[in-house]
């Protein structure tokens, strides 16, 4: 039975600081990659953030077996790329770049977030019309971020007819899932599905049809039960398996070969 974490960021506890394992000093990517691969996660994405976070992604997954990359530019840091409301030339150049490295399967993780609004709105419309506009010259898929921000990445979408993709740590709404589904994305769970509790969230997990459907853990974030407090890591994309192969009422070896070729479609890893 194998399983693939789409989407991690256990390259960033290479960082010296690293922002996303300061709670985690003993955090050991190599020691994570071992205890995946012991219960049968045999690959793993890692996903980047900025254009820093993206080189380090691409670095790792080139000196790794099993470890593929993604490249992406996060709503969050979209302001720092802009000179007035110009993406920087030098940004431009550096992440086309990336893109074409060995074992880039991706554009992502990009897209939306009005939650925070770390950014102006319009530089995260602008930084993600960028990348999607590069992730279809380069004939790659996208992990999308999207959060409390639908009502302008449909249209936006919209735009970009037969976008190949992955909807991240999806938590929203029945009708945004249909929107997703109807336009060909595939959805990405994680560890958050194991903190639902009431019957409309429930449901939600157990309608995404199984085709469309991604694992991932977006470590270190959103351990799941019962393990929530801990760092999370790849290992535990197993647990969201077994969970959603209990609330949906599928065979796990199912749900695992499923989820598996999904993730081997889409991101066309070899």
């Known amino acids: 039975m194998d399983f693939i974490d789409t989407h991690c960021h256990i390259h960033e506890a290479l960082h010296t600081p690293s922002h996303l394992y300061d709670g985690y000093p003993s955090a050991k990517p190599d020691l994570m990659l071992s205890a995946a691969r012991s219960i049968g996660v045999t690959k793993v994405i890692c996903v980047g953030t900025t254009l820093a976070d993206s080189r380090l992604a691409v670095d790792f997954a080139q000196a790794k077996e099993g470890v593929w990359s993604a490249v992406g530019l996060h709503p969050h840091e979209a302001k720092v790329y802009f000179n007035g409301s110009s993406l920087k030339k030098n940004v431009i150049e550096e992440f086309t770049s990336l893109v074409t490295m060995s074992k880039v399967v991706a554009v992502g993780e990009c897209g939306l977030d009005y939650h925070y609004n770390h950014s102006p709105k319009s530089q995260q419309i602008d930084i993600l019309r960028f990348q999607i506009e590069l992730a279809i010259d380069?004939?790659?898929?996208?992990?999308?971020?999207?959060?409390?921000?639908?009502?302008?990445?449909?249209?936006?979408?919209?735009?970009?007819?037969?976008?190949?993709?992955?909807?991240?740590?999806?938590?929203d709404s029945s009708e945004n899932l249909s929107l997703a589904l109807d336009r060909g994305l595939l959805i990405g769970v994680n560890g958050i599905a194991t903190f639902a509790k009431t019957q409309d969230r429930l449901e939600i997990y157990r309608s995404i049809p199984l085709e469309s459907l991604l694992l991932e853990t977006d470590s270190p974030f959103l351990t799941p039960t019962p393990y929530r407090g801990r760092m999370n890591e790849p290992k535990y994309v197993r647990l969201v398996a077994e969970y959603l192969s209990a609330i949906r009422g599928e065979d796990l070896n199912t749900l695992a070969s499923v989820t598996t070729k999904n993730a081997l479609k889409l991101f066309k890893m070899e």
């Open 138 to 171: 380069h004939d790659l898929p996208i992990i999308f971020h999207v959060r409390e921000a639908f009502v302008d990445f449909w249209p936006i979408l919209n735009d970009y007819p037969n976008i190949k993709g992955v909807l991240h740590s999806f938590t």
